[in-house]
């Protein structure tokens, strides 16, 4: 089990107090100084069953600037999660080779108490 944290997110922050209370100890993953690659990224996405886009967070204001005015194809959207890590959505866990992104919290948990 690993969480995908960034400490200075509350949600991040939420969902590991959760985890803790729960008695789960996951491995945790401070991606903005632990960057995922392409192929690291790409995984994630297969594990989330999700389109690239939606692990952006597209109010992020580097992510106004700079890319939501463009015609984005996948490749380029994680080509840009690659280079700039704090656009990825967070806190997300990953267990049992699927993942998920803890917004709402709730999310979390249906993850670890759905069977794989």
């Given at each position: 089990m690993k969480l995908l944290h960034n400490p200075r997110?509350?949600?991040?922050?939420?969902?590991?107090?959760?985890?803790?209370?729960?008695?789960?100890?996951?491995?945790?993953?401070?991606?903005?100084?632990?960057?995922?690659?392409?192929?690291?990224?790409?995984?994630?996405?297969?594990?989330l069953g999700i389109a690239p886009l939606a692990l952006v967070r597209t109010k992020e204001a580097l992510w106004q600037e700079q890319f939501a005015q463009a015609a984005l194809d996948d490749d380029a959207i994680i080509a840009a999660l690659t280079a700039h890590p704090r656009l990825i959505e967070r806190p997300i866990l990953i267990y049992q080779n699927r993942a998920a992104i803890g917004r709402p919290l709730e999310n979390i948990f249906t993850l670890l108490d759905t069977p794989a």
């Open positions: 997110c509350s949600k991040s922050r939420e969902a590991l107090a959760a985890l803790t209370t729960r008695g789960l100890s996951p491995e945790i993953i401070n991606y903005l100084t632990q960057p995922l690659n392409e192929a690291a990224i790409r995984t994630l996405i297969a594990q």
